[in-house]
């Protein structure tokens, strides 16, 4: 009766201490960290300010989720940048992609070195959550040794009295190594957009490496022109025709986010990707490629995680004399595209 009545408590402990070890390690092995504007007093509209955070290089980190910190009142967008060198020294500075370069300001790109997306933000959208396991490595063993946080600030009338601001975003972050990491390649063209007319600008690339990746968030990006962007997976079957399988399509006047892939289907080693900006220009004057307001980008964003080992070598996929280039005009060309699909939005 004694040793029963005490098994039973040492059993209940022992229940008791396993629980707590094990909601220890679920939920305190997640950190958050607080990568904010340092209180910046936007001076004018329009106005797109960088800070960087140098990662701690002696260990590796994980990034799993990114919990934003604004409102749509606030900041018109956030991006965040994976860097080697950060654009510059100082610990908030100027750097309007779109801006038009004024010459009296100073303005510097968000990084010098490596960039990558890994996270954007725009209209109020929620927290991005990687799937179970997957994160993105910073710091030791990986390229990306600097973060740096862009707020781009539309509309400034809660400033003029003073008033400063934090937007910013919580990174969620695990010391914990992860065997599934998050990558991005990015797909776009160069080239020139004739005026008054509709222009396909496309870019297609074979995964050459010997990995599979898993899709499962894409961004699309132009600035005023660009009506669809879309993009897919080519697969050419037994008998040599392509299979094309939509990875993601949208207006690109939509909030500029990440947006869950329409088929997550892995892309493996041979498989192509591509896209195709369709651009419609009522302008009389040609419209070039390149960062400001008045030139265009096409830009296709693609998140992917691997099962184990690097991500891929191949961070870009870039067709750089844009049209003429068309999908149908490759040497390998491709066949079965789907012409309709690729530029309509439904
Ligand atoms: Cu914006
Ligand atoms: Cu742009």
Known sequence: ????????????????????????????????????????????????????????????????????????????????????????????????????????????????????????????APMLKLPEGVGFKVGAKSKIKYLVLQVHYANINQFQDGNSDNSGIFLHYTKRPLDKLAGVILLGTGGKIKPLATTHME????????????PFAYRTHTHSLGRVVAGYRVREDENGIDQWTLLGKRDPLTPQMFYPVVDTDPIR?????????????????????GATQEDEMCNFYLMYWVDSGSTLDMK????????????????????RIPDKDASSLD
């Open 316 to 335: 870009y996929c870039f067709n750089n004399q844009g049209p003429p280039f068309y999908w149908y005009n490759l040497d390998d060309r491709l066949n």
């Open 1 to 124: 009766m004694f040793i029963k009545f005490n098994l039973y408590f040492l059993l209940k402990y022992l229940i008791v201490l396993i629980f707590l070890i094990f909601t220890n390690v679920y939920s305190h092995d997640v950190e958050k960290y607080a990568f904010l504007m340092p209180n910046v007093i936007p001076y004018r509209p329009e106005l797109y300010l960088c800070t960087p955070i140098r990662v701690d290089t002696f260990n590796s980190y994980y990034i799993v989720g990114f919990e934003p910190n604004s409102t749509m009142e606030t900041a018109h967008h956030m991006l965040l940048y994976g860097c080697e060198n950060p654009g510059s020294e100082k610990p908030v500075w100027n750097c309007g992609e779109m801006a038009k370069n004024s010459e009296m300001e100073e303005t510097y790109t968000p990084c010098k070195k490596s960039t990558q997306i890994m996270y954007a933000w725009a209209r109020d």
């Open 269 to 289: 080693k041979g498989d192509k990707l591509a896209s195709r900006c369709t651009m419609v220009s009522a302008r009389t004057t040609i419209t070039h490629i």
């Open 203 to 214: 870019a297609v690339c074979t995964l050459t490496e010997n990995k599979t990746i898993h």
